[in-house]
């Protein structure tokens, strides 16, 4: 009889301790996955493509398009040690056409995609959505044309460029926001900005720094993923 | 002794060939007044000076990425499409010149022509920014205009690359093409005469943009 009453309270205490962890495991297996966050960069030019010139502080001159694949390379390190899936539309020197890097974004499903530019025009970070007019979003019995498939998505790359804004300004870079017509994201199905990294100023930082210097490029960079990691979060409570 | 019926034939054909002669000389001078007024091409009027007028350009900047309109007195065609060149020219000089605030090379050459075409009417779904998808030709009674703007290969294989300036260089066109000209309601541009893709590699250029709502980008709060 004592035997059977100590089994019979082993058995009880196993099962207090074994049946919360097992319907926790059920409770999970339940709920429905996060959502893998998605972020396309899209390192503009590549190839027979090198657009702009830019200059250092030396006189070395660097191509638009390698300047954008750092970049590029370097945000990308920094959304995957922030647990984001990164989706570029290029890995190294070659051309990719507008209509491509669309397709990849297209996709990816992205939850974010930032085009990639740099010049030795202005100053800060340019930041330009498209100028499409804002359309419903899209759906099976209106099909979106490809030129224009980001003005479905107008609204939401507002409010990314006006994430990415703040994020950038808090960094001490300023930053000129506007509306452009460029091929690279008129075709984009995702929430999609175009960033422009042009010189920094003397005065908004001390000495002039060209879009081809790593420490600027590592601010921006840093400013982005903050950004993002913002977007994500309020991609989540939605 | 010659006889009397000779003399009388040599005098009849001396005075024959007398009037024949004269007659002659006079055709020539006839025939070389002809050639010498259809040789003419002096102009039958003297030209026309016009006075000066007020011109807006609407002219970009770089250092705040803004457009900014500045008037000048500019003496101008009376033609409309040669008046919108002639202000194109001068908003192009603007930028080619030492200490330009948004610096292009090329100049008032870089327009080669500006042709004015009936517009179709602005569909309700136009899109913003200064940019218009839809099919631009077609005649309507709206009396709108469509600005089609041929630049020069030189002008755009020189114009720096970038989006802001590109974007700057083709909004302050389009502005200022509406500010001479209200009619001109939106604005297509060709390079050589045939459509081309981008600017300098960023700026679409085979859009219709309207002219009347061009906007330029603006400056965010300062860190």
């Given amino acids: 009889m004592r035997w059977a009453k100590w089994w019979l309270g082993r058995i009880a205490r196993i099962a207090a301790a074994v049946l919360p962890a097992a319907l926790g495991l059920f409770v999970m297996a339940q709920a429905p996955a996060p959502e893998r966050f998605i972020v396309v960069l899209d390192a503009g030019h590549g190839g027979d493509d090198p657009a702009g010139r830019l200059e250092d502080k030396s006189g070395k001159v660097t191509d638009e398009k390698v300047c954008t694949l750092a970049l590029s390379e370097r945000l990308r390190s920094l959304l995957a040690a922030r647990g984001m899936a990164v989706v570029t539309t290029r890995a190294g020197d070659i051309a990719v056409s507008p209509d491509r890097r669309a397709e990849i974004a297209g996709q990816a499903k992205a939850q974010a995609c930032l085009s990639l530019h740099a010049t030795m025009s202005g100053t800060g970070v340019h930041l330009y959505t498209s100028s499409l007019a804002p359309a419903s979003a899209g759906s099976l019995s209106s099909p979106t044309p490809w030129k224009t498939a980001q003005a479905s998505w107008v609204e939401q790359s507002l409010k990314l460029a006006g994430v990415l804004d703040s994020a950038l300004v808090h960094a001490g870079i300023p930053v000129i926001v506007g509306r452009t017509a460029l091929p690279d994201i008129d075709s984009m199905a995702c929430p999609a900005v175009a960033l422009e990294v042009a010189p920094l100023a003397a005065a908004d930082h001390g000495q002039e720094n060209s879009p081809t210097d790593p420490d600027y490029q590592a601010r921006v960079a840093e400013a982005l993923a903050a950004a993002l990691v913002e977007w994500r979060a309020e991609a989540r409570k939605q | ?223």
């Fill in chain 2, 1 to 223: 002794m010659i006889p009397r019926y000779q003399v009388v034939i040599f005098v009849v054909l001396l005075v024959a060939s007398l009037a024949m002669s004269a007659e002659l000389w006079h055709l020539r001078d006839r025939a070389h007044k002809r050639l010498l007024e259809s040789e003419n091409t002096a102009p039958t009027q003297a030209p026309e000076v016009t006075p000066p007028e007020p011109a807006t350009l609407e002219a970009a900047s770089d250092a705040d990425s803004s457009i900014t309109p500045r008037v000048f007195e500019l003496p101008l065609p009376r033609s409309p499409g040669a008046r919108a060149r002639a202000v194109l020219g001068k908003l192009l000089d603007l930028y080619a010149a030492p200490g330009s605030r948004h610096p292009v090379p090329g100049g008032a050459g870089s327009v080669s022509q500006v042709f004015l075409l009936p517009a179709a009417p602005t569909a309700a779904s136009a899109p913003v920014g200064g940019l218009k998808t839809g099919s631009p030709e077609g005649a309507t009674d709206s009396g709108d205009e469509l600005a089609v703007v041929n630049l020069t290969g030189a002008f755009v294989a020189g114009h720096p690359s970038g989006i802001e300036t590109e974007t700057l260089t083709v909004l302050s066109i389009c502005a200022t093409l509406n500010a001479n000209q209200p009619r001109i309601t939106k604005v297509r541009f060709l390079v050589d005469g045939k459509p081309r893709a981008t600017l300098a590699g960023h700026v679409d250029l085979t859009r219709t943009y309207l002219a009347g709502e061009a906007a330029p980008a603006v400056a965010s709060g300062q860190p």
